[in-house]
Each structure stands twice: as structure tokens, then as C-alpha cells.
């Protein structure tokens, strides 16, 4: 569970409806920011969600009657692209209403009158389904548009083929675990360094398979000193003897 969720909380116009929901509520677990905006401009922002509301958990939107019809439109010119979440502040909405906002891509719904405690734990049920599926095993969701995603590759696929991988791949599974790192109560130190053990483990793997376990050949191909790349494998309990065994010609036996 995060110690602090922080949501921010878009007003078209004046907002009248969002008055008493700003500021710090459930012991300061939970922040609400105001962002005001232009009448007609909610659909930029949320064009952005990805890279200027990144910074909140979660955006909030008020949902009424008078205003579902421009709240649809809005919903439906969006990109499907990954962000911070969005919640609907539900006013005198009907059940097929809400239903209809999900199916539009509204992630979740609180109802009025506001009440922190409901909104926080629908956020953290939230938080917990990202992070369940961010390296869920066959799947590997990564956050940042899609320029940076890799479908359908699990851990253990990404880690035996890690040297036919491009760059790109690599960094969409560093965004997916950083991001499960930072919704749990994990340090950045701590997640930062399973990240770059597992990629030194994984690389130093298959070098050395692609190599016959001949190390010097696998340290000049990875571009790294012959002394560094056998400090990593000391580092990590690597022993090239299987490598070279695997890769020996299977003579028939003699007579």
C-alpha cells in the first residue's frame, strides 16, 4: 500500500462541483490538485495524460447528466494509451451512464457526495492491478506510449534471448519493473538494483553460451574488459564450464 496517492482533480470552468475536494485528506495518504482548464479543453489535456499528468496517480473528471454527452465525444477521441488513471465524479448518473463511461476507457467511479476513503481504496485496487500485470508471466506491459511496448514477451523469454533484443525492448521491461518498484513500498535503490542484476545475469548468460563459454571471446564481443567481464561473472556466481561442455564435438567412443 503507497503512503501518499496524489490525484488531480481537472475543472473545467469555475469547478464549483470539485469546492471542498482539494487539498490533503485521509491523514495526508491522499492529495487532490486543482487543474483548471478552458472551457473545451479537456480533450488536450488529456491527449497529454501520458507526459504531463504522469506525475498523479490518478485524474479526476466530474460526470453529470447536463455534461455526459461532451463527456462521451471527449472519451472517444482519445488515443488508447497508458497514463494516469481516470476516475468519473459521478452526480445523479444512471447505472447504463456509468457503464457507458467505462466502456470509453474511464478506468473507475466514485460517487457523490465525495469520500476520500472510497476514492483511496478504488485507486490502490487500481495501483494493484497495474502491478500485477506489469510482469505477469507471458505478458510484459510497459508504461510510456508505444513507441515502448513489447507484447507478449514474458521475464524468463526476455532474459534467453536478451542479446537479440533491440534497445528498445530492453527499456520497456526496465519501465514495466521500475514502475511495479514505484506503486509498492520498494526504494528506487532497491528496484534499480534487481534490474540491472538481472540484465548482467541474463547478458553474461548468453554471451557466454554464444561464446562455448570462451570468455575472453565473450568479453571482447560485449565490448567490456576481459578483467570487468570476469568480476561480473564472480559477481554472480557464473561458472563458464557448462557452456564450454555443451559446445565440445560429441566424439564417438573409441573401438
Request: a positive charge; hydrophobic letters at 40%; charged letters at 25%.
Amino acid at each position: 500500500m503507497r503512503e501518499r496517492l496524489d490525484c488531480a482533480v481537472l475543472m473545467v470552468g469555475e469547478g464549483a462541483w470539485a469546492k471542498g475536494l482539494l487539498g490533503s485528506h485521509a491523514g495526508g495518504r491522499l492529495h487532490m490538485h486543482g487543474l483548471r482548464i478552458e472551457a473545451g479543453g479537456l480533450e488536450s489535456v488529456l491527449h497529454g495524460r501520458s507526459a504531463g499528468l504522469r506525475r498523479y496517480d490518478a485524474c479526476l473528471m466530474h460526470a453529470d447528466e447536463p455534461g455526459l454527452a461532451g463527456l462521451r465525444r471527449t472519451l472517444v477521441a482519445l488515443p488508447a494509451r497508458p497514463g494516469a488513471f481516470l476516475i468519473a465524479y459521478a452526480q445523479d448518473l444512471k447505472a447504463a451512464a456509468i457503464h457507458d463511461l467505462y466502456a470509453l476507457g474511464v478506468d473507475e467511479f466514485i460517487r457523490a457526495p465525495f469520500c476520500a476513503d472510497a476514492l483511496r481504496a478504488r485507486l490502490e485496487r487500481l495501483l494493484d492491478t497495474r502491478r500485477d500485470r506489469i510482469l505477469e508471466p507471458g505478458l510484459m506491459v510497459a508504461e510510456g506510449g508505444p513507441d515502448y511496448l513489447a507484447q507478449g514477451v514474458g521475464e524468463d523469454e526476455l532474459c534467453d534471448t536478451i542479446l537479440q533484443r533491440s534497445g528498445t525492448e530492453l527499456e520497456a521491461y526496465a519501465v514495466a519493473f521500475a514502475s511495479r518498484g514505484a506503486t509498492s513500498r520498494e526504494s528506487f535503490r532497491s528496484a534499480k538494483g534487481k534490474v540491472v542484476a538481472r540484465f548482467e545475469k541474463a547478458y553474461i548468460h548468453a554471451a557466454l553460451g554464444r561464446h562455448g563459454g570462451n570468455i575472453a571471446m565473450a568479453a571482447r564481443a560485449a565490448q567490456k574488459h576481459r578483467r570487468a567481464f570476469w568480476e561480473l561473472m564472480r559477481k554472480h556466481d557464473i561458472d563458464p564450464d557448462p557452456y564450454r561442455r555443451a559446445s565440445a564435438p560429441d566424439y564417438p567412443p573409441d573401438g
